[in-house]
């Protein structure tokens, strides 16, 4: 299983760095995007605060102190700004649901060559189908938080019910959040094997395709487990790199500035590559796991 398993990830791994000109268009994209949401937020942050000095505080770096005052004195214009972010986010999540047509159209043909009219073509085709399931695994999401976190709250209360440090209270929270995040990750990949699926096979019936997914996920369960978290090991180690170097160069002159805008539009690049390299092996376990019944 190990052998099948890391033959996958290589797999993945050439597939996502040989596709160079998609995820140099899913980049243009996402910086595109990036742009239009700062200039959208810059103009909320600008009706919302005009010309006051309240959040200069912040350009010097973010306390508890600076929060504070801020939150006091301009409580309402900070609910509104945060309330245009769920929208930048949810338009944001959107985009990509889109694009995850292209992607997979693209990875679905292994020997055909990449062409910016058949990605945007598998955008459209897979578009509604896909926000179908954006809006199904949303509903899931959230009725899994509710759920989990009642639970879990539950059991956080009794244990700490006699605590007289902090420290139980520092664990449990971060049990909870471990024990949050692996049925989380369960269902995101069924939402992703659900894409892979109707990619595949073409279908229409979101709601039997994730049923079908989610069986072959149970079905596989180690394997696909095992994979996700091989293939989680990239961008935590990007994310590590890019954080050593965000904390050795800082930010204090011009030349630095520019070296650090330099190197973050290295990671979104990496970002990118991550999303197509997922793809990438999830779909390969899936054709070898179906072809192998």
Same mark, same amino acid.
């Given at each position: ?23 140099? /268009? #899913?980049?243009? *994209?996402? $910086?595109?995007?990036? %742009?239009?949401?700062?200039? +959208?937020?810059?103009? =909320? !942050?600008?009706? @919302? ?85 954006? /809006? #199904?695994?949303? *509903?899931? $999401?959230?009725?899994? %938080?509710?759920?989990?976190? +009642?639970?879990?709250? =539950? !059991?956080?209360? @009794? ?85 050593? /170097?965000?904390?050795? *160069? ?44």
């Amino acid at each position: 299983m190990t052998m099948n398993l890391m033959s996958v990830f290589t797999f993945a791994l050439k597939r996502a760095t040989a596709e160079r000109r998609m995820v140099m /268009l #899913l980049y243009a *994209i996402n $910086l595109l995007l990036a %742009a239009v949401l700062a200039l +959208a937020f810059r103009s =909320v !942050l600008i009706s @919302a605060f005009g010309s006051t000095m309240a959040t200069s505080g912040l350009m010097e770096g973010l306390n508890f102190n600076t929060l504070t005052e801020l939150l006091l004195k301009h409580g309402a214009e900070v609910g509104a700004v945060f309330n245009q972010i769920v929208w930048y986010v949810l338009l944001y999540m959107i985009i990509n649901t889109l694009l995850a047509g292209g992607i997979l159209t693209t990875l679905r043909e292994k020997e055909t060559r990449f062409t910016v009219r058949e990605f945007f073509a598998g955008c459209g085709i897979y578009f509604f189908r896909f926000f179908r399931l954006f /809006l #199904l695994f949303g *509903i899931l $999401l959230i009725i899994l %938080a509710f759920v989990w976190m +009642a639970v879990l709250g =539950v !059991l956080f209360n @009794a244990v700490t019910a006699e605590g007289s440090s902090e420290i139980p209270y520092i664990v449990w929270a971060i049990v909870i959040l471990i024990l949050f995040f692996i049925p989380l990750m369960v269902l995101l990949v069924i939402a992703d094997y659900t894409k892979v699926t109707t990619v595949l096979s073409n279908t229409h019936a979101m709601v039997r395709a994730a049923w079908r997914s989610t069986k072959f996920v149970f079905r596989n369960f180690l394997r696909v487990i095992g994979l996700q978290l091989l293939m989680l090991l990239v961008p935590i180690f990007l994310f590590l790199i890019y954080l050593w /170097l965000d904390l050795t *160069i800082g930010m204090t002159t011009v030349t630095t500035l520019l070296v650090m805008f330099v190197i973050q539009q290295i990671f979104v690049v990496t970002r990118v590559w991550t999303r197509v390299f997922f793809f990438s092996g999830e779909l390969e376990l899936y054709n070898s796991l179906q072809s192998s019944r």
